[in-house]
C-alpha cells in the first residue's frame, strides 16, 4: 500500500499486509477492557482505515487475535483498540492485559473491514454491548463527520463497564448516544420492541457485540427490516458444531486438482496440507480473511461473517463445509 500525505511515507510493512507498530498508549476503559493505541515508532502514518475495520495483533507464540478499530478513520497517526479479557479464551487477551505495556512493539495486519458502513444511508442506527462499542464508535465518529443522522445505543452490565464513556460524552455526538445498564433502572433498559418497530425509510441498522444480544437484535429486526440493512459483527463463533461431519471433495478451479476433506478437518487444513496456503486469522467464520468464491456445490455455512447474499455463491474456508459431495472453489 504506497500513499504519501502531507511529503511524509507511510509506515513501512516489515512483510506483506504487515506492519510493526509501536505501543504509545495504554489504560484501563472499564472494568475487563483495556485500551491500546498503536503508532508507527517514527511518527509516520498509518495505512487508511474505513469504519468497521478491524486489524489482526499477530502476538508471541503464535496468537493472531482480530481487534476493531475504534478511532475516526480520519486519523492517521494511531489505531486505537479496546481489549476485554477473556477469562474463557485462548490466551491472547490475557497476554495483551498483563504483558504487553507502552512503549512494546507489535506486528499487526493493515485493516480490513468485513462490516461496512453504507456512509450514504439517510439513518443509521448503531447498537452495542460491551466490547461491542469499538466499531461502533468509529461508525459513530464517521457519521458524525459526514454530518449524517443516526443513533447510537451502547449497553453494558453496569456503569463500570461503560468503556469510554468520558470519550463518547466529549464527543460532538454525544447527544446521540443513550446508555442502558442492565443494572440500571427499568426505564433505561433497552427495549428493541420498540426500537425496532419501525424502521426509517433508507435506514441501515448496525449491531456489534455478544452473541446473545446480536442473535437478539437480528431475531427482532426480521420483522421489519430487510436483511440487507441489517449489519451485525460478531467477536466469536459459538455455534455448535455438528455432531456427524460428513466427507466431501474439494476442486480448485484454476488447476482442476481435487481433494478429499474428511470429517474434523477443515478445507483450509486439507489444501495447506498439499501445499496451498489460504490466507487465515481468526479461523472462526467471524473475519472474512478466507472467504472463496464458489462456483458449483452447495456449502454447509457455519460462519457469522456472510450475508445470506453473499453466502448465495461465497463461502469461509476456515470453518464451512459442504452439503453437496463436492465443491468447485474458484482457487
Known sequence: MAFTRNGLTPAAPVADNRFRLRIARKWTAAEGIVAIDLVAPDGAPLPAFTAGSHIDLFLPGGFTRQYSLRNDPRERHRYAIGVLREPGGRGGSAYVHDRLDVGDALETSTPRNAFELDEAAPFSLLLAGGIGVTPVLAMAHRLSSLGRDFEFHYCARSAGRLAFR??????????????????????????????????????????????????????????????????????????????????????????????????????????????????????????????????????????????????????????????????????
Open 166 to 331: 468520558d470519550e463518547i460524552e466529549a464527543s460532538p455526538f454525544a447527544g446521540k448516544v443513550r446508555f442502558h445498564l442492565d443494572d440500571g433502572p427499568p426505564a433505561q433498559l433497552l427495549s428493541l420492541d420498540r426500537l425496532l418497530a419501525y424502521r426509517p425509510a433508507g435506514a441501515h441498522l448496525y449491531a456489534c457485540g455478544p452473541s446473545g444480544f446480536l442473535d437478539a437484535v437480528v431475531a427482532r429486526a426480521k420483522a421489519g427490516w430487510p436483511a440487507d440493512a441489517v449489519h451485525r459483527e460478531y467477536f466469536a463463533n459459538s455455534a455448535p458444531k455438528a455432531q456427524a461431519d460428513q466427507p466431501f471433495r474439494v476442486t480448485l478451479a484454476s488447476t482442476g486438482h481435487s481433494f478429499d476433506v474428511a470429517p474434523g478437518r477443515s478445507i483450509v487444513e486439507v489444501l495447506a496440507g498439499s501445499g496451498i496456503d489460504i490466507p487465515v486469522s481468526c479461523e472462526q467464520g467471524i473475519c472474512g480473511t478466507c472467504v472463496t468464491r464458489v462456483i458449483s456445490g452447495e456449502p454447509d455455512h457455519r460462519d457469522l461473517v456472510l450475508t445470506d447474499r453473499q453466502r448465495a455463491d461465497h463461502m469461509t474456508l476456515c470453518c464451512s463445509r459442504a452439503r453437496s459431495a463436492e465443491l468447485i472453489l474458484d482457487l
